[in-house]
């Protein structure tokens, strides 16, 4: 099983241009997670789907950011325009539809913005 | 509403000393509780999990964990540190929502 997978892993970008964070859940899973992790504040869920569906999306900080599932084995977290203060290590998970089930992290995309 | 609180920030023992990292939690409901290690630069991964099967829990690396509902606890130990347990480790709570993470502890083991 390849696990889950992140991509990039590194994107280096300058203030106001646009990132999209790609995210392929193990297959069979069929809840996804995005998390963000940072020193100050540590590990915050932002949005999850449920079957493709965003279930909840609280976590999101503001409308410059949006998060899509457009089938099973995709997923993807769109910043537009990117700040400094969205540099993060941002993470993306899935498990299988019950909440006693493991969630399974990818390796992250550390992004900093200029 | 689910959460969870770790002790401390960062423990250091010495290499073969006892390891404890603290965790509390609070729930509403009967929680699923777990523990994840993530090592530099990677993702989190699994240490062991609770789900009300048996309140010890025994997970990779020599990790084991006793869930107390008593004190609402959820302590992650193992016998002897090693040099390659340095890392930072997560509790979370999960019961009807998706897991909810402690600030995590940083694990230094020395030499």
């Known amino acids: 099983d390849a696990g889950v997978i992140q991509s990039p892993r590194h994107e280096v970008t300058e203030m106001g241009q646009e990132v999209t964070l790609r995210c392929k859940p193990i297959?069979?899973?069929?809840?996804l997670f995005w998390y963000r992790q940072t020193m100050m504040r540590g590990l915050e869920l932002l949005i999850y789907?449920?079957?493709?569906?965003?279930?909840?999306d609280s976590g999101m900080p503001e409308d410059r950011f949006s998060a899509k599932m457009p089938n099973a084995s995709f997923s993807t977290l769109k910043i537009q325009p990117s700040e400094p203060r969205d540099s993060a290590v941002y993470f993306c998970?899935?498990?299988?539809?019950?909440?006693?089930?493991?969630?399974?992290f990818g390796p992250g995309t550390r992004l900093l913005v200029l | 509403a689910q959460s969870v609180t770790q002790l401390g920030s960062h423990v250091s023992v010495s290499e073969g000393a006892l390891v404890l990292l603290r965790c509390n939690y609070s729930?509403?409901?009967?929680?699923?509780l777990f523990w994840y290690v993530q090592y530099p630069n990677q993702g989190l991964q699994l240490l062991l999990k609770y789900t009300s099967a048996a309140t010890l829990v025994k997970g990779i690396n020599g990790f084991e964990a006793e869930f107390k509902k008593s004190e609402t606890s959820f302590h992650l130990t193992k016998p002897s540190a090693h040099m390659s347990d340095a890392a930072e480790y997560f509790c979370?709570?999960?019961?009807?929502?998706?897991?909810?993470f402690g600030k995590g502890t940083r694990l230094s083991v020395i030499a």
């Open positions: 998970a899935s498990r299988m539809d019950r909440v006693m089930e493991t969630q399974y």
């Open positions: 979370a709570v999960s019961a009807d929502t998706p897991l909810v």
């Open positions: 789907f449920n079957n493709n569906v965003p279930i909840d």
């Open positions: 297959s069979g899973h069929n809840s």
């Open positions: 729930s509403s409901v009967p929680p699923y």
